[in-house]
């Protein structure tokens, strides 16, 4: 431990100053931020952010098109209808009655499945012939 302390605090000729390595993260730090702060200052980040805006707004106003061409189209009729069918049916437990029943007569089916499994064959009659 005393070593250590001995190195630290008493550099080597070869090692620069611990306050020379400390200047240079300094300026480290200031030359990112600089850097950083040009970047998103430039005229091609303002143009890219600029086109970018222009084409989620388009997309946007397509998506909201199609959405409604949809609503009104013969299938989004139907879909529409059949949504609200399945409203009803949740709404009423037709649907919870149902799903119970079917998750009840699979589990059955897999403990049947087990217990089958977990029962030992039936031992073959031994050979005569011998």
Known sequence: ???????????????PPANDILTELRELGKNLQA???????????????SELQVGLNDLGKSLSQAASEFSESPTG??????LADLQERIRSGEVETKVRSEVLGALRAANEGLKK???K??????DQSL
């Open 1 to 15: 431990m005393d070593d250590q302390n001995q190195t630290s605090s008493n550099p080597s000729p070869n090692e």
């Open 35 to 49: 850097l950083l702060r040009s970047s998103w200052e430039s005229e091609e980040r303002k143009k890219v952010q």
């Open 77 to 82: 009729q139907t879909l529409k209808a059949d």
């Open 117 to 119: 499994a977990g029962q």
């Open 121 to 126: 064959p039936p031992q073959p009659p031994p």
